[in-house]
């Protein structure tokens, strides 16, 4: 979904672009990173990857499905064995040192993974990409629905103006790490698919700046991910899983709402960041508000429909009337403009 800079050889490239600016890091916080010369097998590595993992698996669940690949990964069974891979490896690196709610929110997250393999081994596995398609289309419809709207920008900005605010923050994001939208991708920079594969980029970036880049530079990653919780998916979200949960009802969208609501609490927790999420009160779509004591009208306003305007000044308005009246005459009927 995101396109990253590539190296020589076409390969992707996880090092920091060389825009990035370098930040001093306090004591506190490098007394924290170990050594990178012992962290190819440390826990921390582990976290970041696994966590890299969930991110992903949501991002890719909440797309609409142009072909097969996502449906066979859920037919296939890999789709909950990943997620309980990287969950199992995530709950040994915290170990004794990862909060009980964050613990907790493991224990919640592989509830449900089992909930969608018995959902995928009882109803998914006799799906067709069609079957897929139409259960995304019942939950999101075609357009943008207002009633669980995946784009953060329709959540907490009731001004157009702070939506493109919080959009101008959110391109920063990724211009700050090297990455763009792909072009098979038709989704805004505001949908959480695309939020979501940021941060298991972000997550995975950690992993590799661990072993390979330094102190320094993990920091700057580690804290761009906590910005980004805590200002953005933090916030909105916990309340677009609960309109989802809603609008879904049943089906797998109900259980990846669920999930993603359980993931979005244990990152807050992880991350040990305190986002200030949105509620049902906060929600309001933008609308356009004119300056105080400014109105707009369109010109063609009080003049009709565009087709009357057009037929009155070709004079086929009148013409069309007199071939009615005739008409009319013809038939018996009475003739009239009413």
Not at 128 to 136: F, N, V
Not at 234 to 250: E, H, N, Q
Request: charged share 25%.
């Amino acid at each position: 979904m995101v396109v990253r800079q590539g190296d020589d050889d076409g390969q992707e490239a996880i090092s920091m672009t060389s825009q990035q600016p370098m930040h001093r890091v306090s004591a506190s916080a490098a007394a924290t990173l170990p050594n990178p010369s012992t962290l190819k097998d440390s826990p921390a590595v582990e976290r970041a990857l696994s966590r890299s993992k969930i991110y992903l698996l949501i991002s890719w669940s909440l797309l609409y499905p142009e072909d097969e690949e996502f449906l066979d990964y859920l037919r296939c069974g890999e789709f909950v064995e990943d997620g309980r891979t990287a969950l199992d490896a995530l709950g040994i690196a915290l170990g004794a040192d990862g909060s009980q709610r964050a613990k907790d929110k493991l224990v919640a997250l592989k509830k449900q993974l089992e909930m969608v393999e018995g959902l995928i081994s009882s109803e998914c596995v006799n799906w067709q990409l069609s079957d897929l398609q139409s259960e995304h289309r019942r939950v999101f419809s075609n357009v943008i629905t207002l009633d669980c709207p995946p784009y953060e920008t329709l959540f907490g900005n009731d001004h157009v103006f702070a939506q493109s605010h919080v959009m101008g923050d959110i391109s920063g994001f990724y211009k700050a790490f090297g990455v763009e939208l792909s072009k098979d991708i038709h989704e805004r920079l505001d949908h959480l698919s695309v939020e979501f594969e940021f941060m298991h980029f972000l997550a995975y970036k950690e992993s590799y700046s661990l072993c390979h880049d330094g102190i320094e530079k993990t920091q700057i990653v580690v804290e761009a991910q906590k910005k980004f919780v805590k200002n953005h998916i933090g916030r909105w979200v916990p309340l677009f899983c609960r309109m989802l949960a809603k609008k879904a009802d049943s089906g797998l969208f109900k259980l990846v709402a669920d999930m993603t609501g359980d993931w979005m609490e244990f990152e807050a927790a992880f991350l040990a960041v305190t986002p200030q999420p949105y509620t049902e009160t906060d929600y309001r779509p933008a609308t356009f508000s004119s300056p105080e004591g400014q109105t707009y009208e369109c010109g063609a306003q009080d003049q009709g429909n565009e087709l009357s305007m057009l037929l009155n000044e070709v004079g086929a308005q009148s013409f069309m009337d007199v071939k009615e009246k005739d008409k009319d005459q013809e038939e018996g009927r009475p003739s009239g403009t009413a």
